[in-house]
Each structure stands twice: as C-alpha cells, then as structure tokens.
C-alpha cells in the first residue's frame, strides 16, 4: 500500500517556462575577451522563487520535509480564469502545457523533492475554470514506501 496523497493548492498568475536568453558580455578573464552569459527571463525566475516560496511554507506547515530521494507521482492541475465569453472546458490557447509544467517541476527543485528527475510519473490537466484568479494545485504521492 502506498502512503497518502499530499495536495497543494494556491491561486496565482501561471507563467510558462521562458527559453533561456543568453547575453554577450565583456570578460577579463576569457582568452578572447568576451564570455556568454546564460540566464532564466525574470517573469519566470519570479514565478518559480514565488512558487518555491509558497510550497516550501505549505511543507513546513504540514511538517513535511523534502522528499527521500524515491520516485514521486506528480499531479499538476493549472485552472485559468474563464474569459466572459468562452464556455469551453479546456484551454487550448498558450501557455502550452508542457512549459507550465515545466516551470512547476524547476521551481520545486531543492524544496519538494532532490531533482526533478525523480519525479517518475506525471499528469498534467490545463482547464478554465469559473474562479476568480489563476489556481495551481499540486498533488503528489511517493511511488514506493517511505518509512
């Protein structure tokens, strides 16, 4: 039997994982003088600290420490505010799923579990929803038994 299933839920803005933007910089160490610089887009970096932030309290709070280094199953669930006009069940416009997920899974890195990596099975649900603001819920379940 494997233990429970933990939920987290918590309404704020979804933002997707940006591409990595790179910059050239002027270097005094380099052999040519220059160096690249790779870096996360600052809408994202502010999300996934916010996100990690969040998670990490919620953790405390349920006196959870980060996981033991065994395979999670993960439950994403990313409800978006309804536009007046749109009666539809799924959001099927940007930010695609895989890119929010994405986010999700780099923010919680370090607070729910070691790496991502060990995260074994995923699911994804992107929904418009009737609330008011953007909701994120998180669910997780160790996929072996953890004493």
Same mark, same amino acid.
């Given at each position: 039997?494997? @233990?429970?299933?933990?939920?987290?839920?918590?309404?704020? @803005?979804?933002?997707?994982?940006?591409?990595?933007?790179?910059?050239?910089?002027?270097?005094?160490?380099?052999?040519?003088?220059?160096?690249?610089? #790779?870096?996360? @887009?600052?809408?994202?970096?502010?999300?996934?600290? =916010?996100?990690?932030?969040?998670?990490?309290?919620?953790?405390?709070?349920?006196?959870?420490?980060?996981? @033991?280094?065994?395979?999670?199953?993960?439950?994403? =669930?990313?409800? #978006?505010?309804?536009?007046?006009?749109?009666?539809?069940?799924?959001?099927?416009?940007?930010?695609?799923?895989?890119? !929010?997920?994405?986010?999700?899974?780099?923010?919680?890195?370090?607070?729910?579990?070691?790496?991502?990596?060990?995260?074994?099975?995923?699911?994804?649900?992107?929904?418009?929803?009737?609330?008011?603001?953007?909701? !994120?819920?998180?669910?997780?379940?160790?996929?072996?038994?953890?004493?």
């Amino acid at each position: 039997m494997l @233990p429970d299933i933990y939920t987290f839920m918590c309404d704020m @803005p979804i933002v997707a994982k940006a591409r990595a933007r790179s910059t050239v910089e002027k270097s005094s160490t380099a052999t040519n003088g220059f160096s690249i610089r #790779h870096y996360t @887009p600052v809408k994202t970096a502010n999300f996934e600290e =916010e996100l990690a932030l969040r998670v990490s309290r919620w953790l405390r709070m349920h006196e959870l420490p980060i996981a @033991p280094k065994v395979a999670l199953e993960v439950w994403l =669930e990313f409800h #978006h505010k309804r536009p007046a006009n749109n009666k539809l069940k799924h959001k099927v416009t940007k930010p695609d799923c895989d890119n !929010i997920a994405k986010s999700v899974l780099d923010a919680l890195n370090e607070v729910l579990y070691h790496d991502d990596s060990y995260v074994t099975d995923l699911h994804v649900l992107k929904r418009f929803n009737d609330v008011p603001k953007d909701r !994120i819920k998180i669910s997780f379940q160790y996929r072996e038994k953890v004493d």
